[in-house]
């Protein structure tokens, strides 16, 4: 049974709708503008809401935008690895024992993700100093 004009669909947090609309930006061949990722979504949210998401968004530095047409095209900063890389050096500059927490961060790390960092760092990070 599909909702009619009068069924709400439930609301979800801001948090999951700007999850939502990064995923559909990252996926996307290029930059959007908010009608394109209004339809997208399948018309789910209104026009208006698209445009105040995005613009949250870009004030959080997620997004670029530049200028197509009367409205904004906007694009990911970053890729999802690079989203992930940002959350996690947020976490840590919130802390202020930066390195009990990276001590704490290593020793959690399975020996494969250990070698991976170990070999990412360089080799200048060797046992041996």
């Known amino acids: ?3 009619n004009a009068h069924e709400r669909v439930p609301k979800r947090a801001n948090g999951e709708r700007e999850a939502e ?3 559909l930006l990252l996926r996307a061949d290029g930059a959007l503008t908010p009608g394109e990722v209004t339809e997208r979504l399948g018309g789910e ?3 208006s809401s698209v445009v ?3 613009t949250r968004m870009h004030a959080k530095q997620l997004l ?3 200028r197509r047409g009367r409205a904004y095209a906007y694009a990911p900063v970053t890729d999802d690895p690079g989203f992930a890389a940002r959350r996690m050096r947020t976490v840590l500059e919130e802390r202020p024992d930066r390195e ?4 704490r961060f290593a020793d959690s790390l399975s020996a494969t993700d250990a070698d991976l960092l170990r070999q990412l760092l360089g080799p200048d990070q ?3 100093r």
């Open 1 to 3: 049974m599909t909702p």
């Open 21 to 23: 609309v990064l995923d």
């Open 45 to 47: 949210l209104t026009y």
């Open 52 to 54: 105040t998401i995005l």
């Open 64 to 66: 670029d935008r530049t």
């Open 100 to 103: 009990a927490v990276l001590a």
């Open 126 to 128: 060797d046992d041996d």
